[in-house]
């Protein structure tokens, strides 16, 4: 997509755009901060010796009759102390997208985690039937730069968002301490994009420090607009 991207402040709300309005914010970390304890169990159960997981092993089951998944990249790495970074994707679906291209994008990008060993791990969580919400835990800011260049993900970017999505946010931030630790995830920008604005809107968040705290929830809403 081409167009200019705009710069929004860490309070500011933009008429005719909802995906980018911070009331999302609460739910977003709500969601992200879930598929955390996704993980965390799993990779605990692992150093109990209760599972075996070999890199890019996959998981899925089911709560509710939703589904989960969680592909575990790099199984050691991921064990480290010290602070990741992650990535968290919300979109607001289309009422009837083609969910065959959708599913195929998806195990494309999963398939080349293998070729980004930055890239630890990769979760998701269905809301509600066919809507999802995805989490990427990675070492370090380069590899979501050297991932972003793929052509798997230029492609699902390019092609397969705009006709599956009205729009879509994407979070960029951290988990201080690592994924074992007992900290939050901290979201330090967004970007978001909408696809029925006819003007390839596409903006930019980037969070101060104080919202740059451990915190989840109406909290965050608060230290952004206190």
Same mark, same amino acid.
């Given at each position: 997509?081409?167009?200019?991207?705009?710069?929004?402040?860490?309070?500011?709300?933009?008429?005719?755009?909802?995906?980018?309005?911070?009331?999302?914010?609460?739910?977003?970390?709500?969601?992200?901060?879930?598929?955390?304890?996704?993980?965390?169990?799993?990779? @605990?159960?692992?150093?109990?010796?209760?599972?075996?997981?070999?890199?890019?092993?996959?998981?899925?089951?089911?709560?509710? *009759?939703?589904?989960?998944? /969680?592909?575990?990249?790099?199984?050691?790495?991921?064990?480290?102390? *010290?602070?990741?970074?992650?990535?968290?994707?919300?979109?607001?679906?289309?009422?009837?997208?083609?969910?065959?291209?959708?599913?195929?994008?998806?195990?494309?990008?999963?398939?080349?985690?293998?070729?980004?060993?930055?890239?630890?791990?990769?979760?998701?969580?269905?809301?509600?039937?066919?809507?999802?919400?995805?989490?990427?835990?990675?070492?370090?800011?380069?590899? @979501?730069?050297?991932?972003?260049?793929?052509?798997?993900?230029?492609?699902?970017?390019?092609?397969?968002?705009?006709?599956?999505?009205?729009?879509? @946010?994407?979070?960029?931030?951290?988990?201080?301490?690592?994924?074992?630790?007992?900290? /939050?995830?901290?979201?330090?920008? /967004?970007?978001?994009?909408?696809?029925?604005?006819?003007?390839?809107?596409?903006?930019?968040?980037?969070?101060?420090?104080?919202?740059?705290?451990?915190? /989840?929830?109406?909290?965050?809403?608060?230290?952004?607009?206190?």
């Amino acid at each position: 997509m081409s167009g200019s991207v705009q710069e929004l402040s860490p309070t500011e709300n933009v008429p005719d755009h909802k995906i980018a309005e911070i009331a999302h914010y609460p739910g977003d970390i709500s969601l992200l901060n879930y598929l955390l304890q996704d993980l965390r169990v799993l990779m @605990r159960r692992h150093r109990k010796g209760e599972i075996e997981i070999a890199p890019h092993q996959a998981f899925a089951w089911e709560v509710h *009759g939703l589904e989960r998944h /969680t592909v575990l990249c790099d199984p050691t790495s991921i064990q480290q102390p *010290g602070d990741v970074k992650v990535v968290g994707f919300f979109g607001d679906r289309r009422a009837d997208p083609d969910h065959g291209q959708i599913d195929a994008s998806e195990h494309d990008l999963i398939a080349e985690f293998k070729s980004y060993p930055g890239i630890l791990s990769y979760s998701s969580i269905e809301l509600v039937d066919h809507y999802w919400a995805n989490l990427v835990v990675h070492s370090a800011h380069q590899d @979501r730069e050297d991932w972003r260049g793929s052509e798997v993900h230029k492609h699902a970017v390019q092609n397969v968002a705009p006709n599956a999505y009205h729009g879509v @946010r994407i979070h960029n931030g951290c988990i201080p301490g690592g994924v074992l630790g007992s900290e /939050t995830v901290v979201i330090e920008s /967004t970007k978001y994009w909408d696809y029925d604005s006819g003007d390839d809107w596409h903006a930019i968040r980037v969070l101060d420090d104080g919202a740059k705290q451990r915190l /989840t929830g109406s909290e965050l809403i608060e230290a952004i607009e206190g």
